[in-house]
């Protein structure tokens, strides 16, 4: 394959969170020929309400998944759930199966995390992207193991860096 095509989203729209700083990890792993678009607006996405038009910045995050080979989230966990804007985004989808046989990295990166990376899990099977364990990962205690926006314990990072080998390897033979 000559180009590859990730889409990364992330749950949390703090600009410095700990989502931002893992995925930055996952995206330093991918090889040259991998172009990463950061979709950078989640909090533009107004709240479902089940009309038949998608209001603008619902087509543009449609078209953003459309192009993509694959997905990446990173998100935190909040109030033991999938942060709301995130939750809401893919709210849209389900209707126009837009993550139908897409490929689906899933890292949860928060204190602890459980109960979002399931829900999350649950979610994303529902619209029938491709999950797979060697590209679903969960952080607890994320903020041990950043400093000064980067992740720095050793561990997380070759679990990331499996995340993003094994992504890769998902889109270039997608029947393995
Ligand atoms: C509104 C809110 C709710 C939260 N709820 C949870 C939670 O249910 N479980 C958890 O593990 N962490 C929770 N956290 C803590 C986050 O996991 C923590 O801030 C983490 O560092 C990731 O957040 P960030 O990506 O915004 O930096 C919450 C944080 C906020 C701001």
Redesign the pocket.
Known sequence: MSAINILGING?I?SN???HAVMNEVIRYFPDNTNVTLFERLADIPAFDGSETDPEPVRYFKDQIKQAHAIVICT??????VPGALKNALDWTVGTGDFFNKPVALIT?????E??HEALQHILMAIGAILDPATTLLV?F??AKTKEGKVVDASTLDLINGVSRHLIERVEKPSD
């Open positions: 949390s703090r969170s700990s989502s935190p966990e909040y109030a033991f759930g990166a928060s204190s602890q995390g109960k979002g607890s994320i903020r």
